[in-house]
């Protein structure tokens, strides 16, 4: 059978909404992904690197989950009692599981908790655990990140960058647990206390999944957050920003623009004939459709291509829902869906009788061109 390949369309433009300009946040840098393909939607100053304040809980909870289990119990030590500023007032030799201290360092930003966790986790040797968190940040290739501390506070030799703290937090939600705990405003643990979330977008942003805030002096107000829509996981990350309803309305902004730049659209349909493949012996055509129909979520703006390969002629007899062919849409250099083609109608092998008419038609017809 001889194959041809036909493009159906040159560069069609499925979606072509007018979009807005992109956000210009007032912040230091920024950073805006899509989860999915990893596609950097836009960017500045993303790999410099800077203070993130209580971002760094991320790292801190990530390697945590890595030594313990969640209903292990944590004695408080002194020194985690000691730590100031955001806190919930641990107390020395008080006790609570690795799952409420958790949920205390990434609902409520809790300093005390995450040094209770390092603690724990570095058996009173905080050293230890920053250093099993620079070796975490280096598995997963932090080029622009090292840590001095386990809460985030300003210290010297503590940084990271925008794009390494989207990466951080991408890492970080593939764990069922955090994933589930930076979706809480509020919750309930050890000593009467409830934690309140710090992260406002979790109350204004519609599907908003997280992931953390931060604050101090140096760092300014930082958050990186995910958000969910039209098929398709937005995380934008905001460092430096001048004030929290600042951090707050130019995050949004990026997460908004960010999704904005997607559709969910069918991009193969089952109703549209898509190719004809020629029958010998002067049998009609045979129509080639799509079985199935593709839905993808798609970047809009970007030209795609169909791509049709069909048979230069078929081979009788032709059953109804035989593949001979085969549909792909294309963007750029990617494959973004593929689909075989299938006859639209049966077309049975002629017997010697039609053979020989057809036969006998066509040496008419030579002959009768020669003529004229």
């Known amino acids: 059978m001889k194959l041809r390949l036909a493009v159906l369309g040159a560069a069609v433009l499925l979606v072509a909404p007018a979009l807005a300009a992109p956000p210009r946040p007032e912040g230091r840098a920024w950073f805006v992904q899509n989860a ?21 809980k991320l790292m801190t909870v990530l390697v945590t989950l890595e030594h313990t289990k969640l209903d292990d119990v944590v004695i408080v030590s002194p020194q985690a009692a000691r730590v100031g500023e955001s806190s919930i007032y641990l107390r020395p ?7 409420e201290l958790v949920e205390a360092a990434l609902i409520q930003s809790a300093n005390d908790a995450a040094v209770a966790l390092a603690a724990y986790v570095g ?35 503590h940084y990271s960058s925008a794009r390494d703290v989207t990466k951080l937090a991408r890492v ?13 405003t509020s919750a309930s643990i050890s000593g009467g206390r409830t934690l309140h979330t710090w992260n406002d977008l979790l109350y204004t942003f519609p599907h908003l999944l997280g992931v953390k805030t931060g604050h101090t002096s140096q760092a300014g107000w930082s958050e990186v957050a995910a958000a969910g829509a039209r098929g398709v996981t937005i995380y934008a990350t905001l460092l430096g920003e001048p004030s929290r309803s600042q951090r707050n309305s130019d995050l949004a902004a990026l997460l908004a623009w960010g999704i904005d730049q997607y559709r969910v659209v069918q991009l193969i349909g089952t109703s549209r004939v898509y190719a004809w493949a020629q029958a010998p012996y002067g049998r ?56 075989p083609l299938v006859a639209t109608r049966t077309i049975r092998k002629p017997g010697f009788v039609a053979k020989a ?14 003529l004229t």
């Open 36 to 56: 999915a393909t990893g596609e950097v939607l836009l960017s500045h100053s993303a790999a410099d690197s800077v203070p993130i304040a209580s971002i760094t």
């Open 284 to 339: 009609p055509s045979v129509g080639l459709v799509a079985v199935r129909p593709v839905i993808r979520v798609v970047r809009v703006n970007r030209p795609l291509v169909e791509r049709v390969t069909v048979p230069a002629s078929v081979t009788l007899p032709v059953e109804q829902g035989a593949a001979l062919g085969k549909l792909e849409i294309w963007s750029g250099k990617k494959l973004v869906a593929t689909e």
């Open 123 to 157: 058996h009173g040797d905080l050293s230890a655990f920053v250093g099993l968190m620079n070796a975490k940040a280096q598995q997963l290739g932090l080029r622009d990140t090292h840590f001095a501390n386990p809460d985030g506070l300003d210290e010297f030799g």
């Open 172 to 184: 970080a939600m593939h764990n069922a647990f955090v994933r589930e705990v930076v979706r809480e």
């Open 93 to 99: 030799g008080e006790t609570l599981t690795v799952r």
């Open 357 to 370: 008419e057809w036969y006998a038609g066509r040496a008419v017809h030579k002959f009768w061109s020669w």
